[in-house]
């Protein structure tokens, strides 16, 4: 097997090429054979559906090399059942399960010395995408698609690590609409997001905290991850038509039921943030991101959480159980890892 040549430690979270992609092809009222790309690039009719409707979706999903040397691929099964989602929620064909799982395993194979070494605190993240490939020139779905799966060695989401992060929130962005694509993980939530996503990287912020799109009174998603917080030897995390459901979350509710912590999804008002113990963005990019403070730039509000520059107790123990499950260091009692053979 050839070296990589990487510094693993040094990674960022961002895109590094690697050696094939895998692909298929939905055409003719039937999905194709899985086909192996050393490309990086895709053919594409200028009036395909992608481009002009946005008729694309996308999955985000890690393997990790474990202390044991085996390779694991964290609830990959979650992962079809929302890319199934998702192209419902926007008149795509959706793949089925044992198809995604299958393109999965064949793209962490063919690209393994891309996956970093245990201890590194890197892994290798697996996209898949879907888009609409046929042409269309007037409002509808397209008749053919295409599925890519592609991989790429990752560091930290955000830049400190696990350390707590600031955020900002305003009553001036929304990432959807009330009763729009927001549980879904579609290109133009995220579209949306980057004038947002920006502004709160000008103010000095790791990133924007979301209010509800209706009332302006509830706490949403926290940029592209979801929203917890702790407090009473509780879990609480938003209930909201417009958040993603965050595989990485309903993770962590398993593991603080685990842990004897009652969990609460709900709304949760602005103002009782003043109320909790610790806060936390979650997702598949940065596991946990405890939040230190939140400023409410609209009225000048700032709000603290535990002691400085620490994460919390919970959302430590929280964060340490999840890594430890993905590298298979705590036992895997709810079977949510795969192991990769590669024989």
């Known amino acids: 097997m050839k070296e990589t040549n990487l510094e693993w430690e040094k990674l ?63 609830r ?29 395993r064949k793209v962490v194979k063919l690209n393994e010395r891309f996956i970093p070494p245990y201890g590194t605190g890197a892994s290798l993240y697996i996209r898949p995408l879907e888009i609409g490939i046929s042409p269309q ?87 592209a991850a979801n929203f917890f917080a702790i407090k009473d030897n509780t879990y609480i995390t938003p209930h909201s038509e417009s958040i993603l459901p965050s595989i990485t979350n309903k993770s962590l509710v398993q593991l603080a039921e685990d842990l004897g912590l009652k969990v609460e999804r709900r709304h949760i008002p602005i103002d009782e943030l003043e109320t909790f113990e610790e806060c936390s963005a979650c997702g598949t990019a940065a596991v946990c991101s405890p939040i230190g403070q939140i400023d409410d730039i609209d009225n000048g509000k700032t709000y603290r959480f535990g002691e400085e520059g620490k994460a919390g107790k919970i959302t430590t123990e929280l964060y340490n159980k999840l890594r430890g499950i993905q590298y298979g260091e705590e036992p895997d009692t709810h079977g949510w890892c795969e192991i990769i053979d590669f024989d």
């Open 12 to 74: 960022s979270f961002s895109y590094v090429p690697t050696d094939f992609n895998v692909r298929c092809t939905y055409k003719d009222g039937k999905w194709g054979e899985i086909e192996v790309s050393d490309s990086e690039y895709v053919p594409m009719h200028i009036a395909a559906a992608c481009l002009h409707y946005g008729q694309e979706s996308f999955e985000g999903l890690k393997a990790f090399r474990g202390k044991d040397g085996k390779v694991r691929v964290f």
């Open 76 to 104: 990959m099964e979650e992962n079809a059942k929302r890319f199934i989602r998702s192209a419902e929620g926007i008149s795509m064909q959706p793949m089925p399960v044992e198809l995604f799982c299958e393109m999965v």
């Open 137 to 223: 020139i007037g409002v509808s779905p397209a008749k053919e698609y295409m599925v890519v799966m592609l991989v790429t060695p990752v560091g930290p989401y955000f830049k400190n690590g696990f350390n707590p992060i600031k955020v900002c929130m305003s009553r001036e962005y929304d990432r959807v609409a009330p009763k729009g694509t927001g549980s879904i993980k579609i290109g133009g939530n995220y579209a949306a997001s980057l004038n947002a996503g920006q502004k709160a990287h000008e103010l000095g912020y790791s990133v924007m905290l979301y209010i509800d799109p209706k009332e302006k009174k509830y706490l949403d998603e926290c940029g």
